[in-house]
């Protein structure tokens, strides 16, 4: 069975032991129930993990490190979800969900047809969440790096700044004439980075398309099915990664 995996943001050392901090110790001792003298692994979000032994007094946990192990679980190729913000909670699922399937960052889009509409500290309390829960999903995976979850954009905001890494975007469109495995085959080696955009429930706006169109988005359709927006990004990163053997 996999060891028990923690985030520490802190800068970690082999051979040194470390108290972990309040939230970690209280999972590891109150929600996991783990005893003094087992097994655990750590990471800092800075590559790899190490191997720890777990020390606990009371209410107090350490940590003894072992040494660095430098095992990684990213993809070879970089995805970016773009994120029309869905209704109630289903951002959480979006953001758990893509951490799991290798995305290296979420970006959540304010789209014209959002319905949920964050701003103020209620927007900072959701961004915080969302945060929470891509540390945990890394945690619950195996991944040692932590994905970013960006503030939220407007598409316009967002299309105008340059693809990163001079990455392919795409977005998916269930009216668009091209397949995704189509426009894959055609090209000569896979992308090194990817931006993937997904509409909100209501899909994007016909200004939003021309945005897109104007920035030189490759619209692309999934096969014949219509995918919720909660399970399209998921679904697409999945197929990408299949499809360029990044998996």
Not at 61 to 86: F, K, N, S, Y
Not at 109 to 122: F, T
Not at 205 to 211: K, M, N, P, Q, R
Request: with cysteine.
């Amino acid at each position: 069975m996999p060891l028990p995996r923690f985030h520490v943001d802190l800068p970690l050392q082999a051979g040194t032991r470390l108290a972990l901090p309040d939230p970690v110790a209280h999972h590891a001792l109150r929600v996991l129930r783990l005893r003094d003298g087992e097994e655990i692994v750590l990471f800092d979000g800075r590559g790899g993990q190490y191997p720890a032994r777990l020390e606990v007094d009371g209410r107090q946990a350490m940590a003894l490190l072992g040494a660095h192990d430098p095992h990684e679980a990213e993809l070879p190729g970089r995805i970016v979800l773009a994120q029309a913000i869905p209704s109630g909670d289903k951002m959480d699922w979006v953001v758990e969900k893509a951490v799991e399937v290798g995305a290296a960052a979420v970006q959540p889009l304010a789209a014209a047809r959002s319905v949920l509409r964050l701003s103020g500290e209620r927007l900072e309390k959701r961004l915080r969440h969302w945060r929470r829960i891509a540390v945990a999903a890394s945690e619950q995976c195996g991944r040692n790096r932590i994905p970013e979850v960006a503030e939220p954009l407007t598409p316009q905001q967002w299309l105008d700044r340059p693809p990163a890494g001079g990455a392919v975007r795409l977005l998916c469109d269930p009216d668009a004439d091209l397949r995704l495995t189509d426009w894959a085959a055609t090209l000569a080696s896979p992308p090194t980075a990817i931006e993937l955009l997904v509409g909100p429930e209501g899909g994007w706006s016909d200004e939003e398309y021309a945005l897109a169109r104007h920035h030189g988005v490759r619209m692309l359709r999934f096969g014949d099915r219509i995918l919720r927006t909660e399970t399209a990004g998921t679904a697409l990163i999945s197929a990408l990664s299949a499809k360029f053997a990044w998996v």
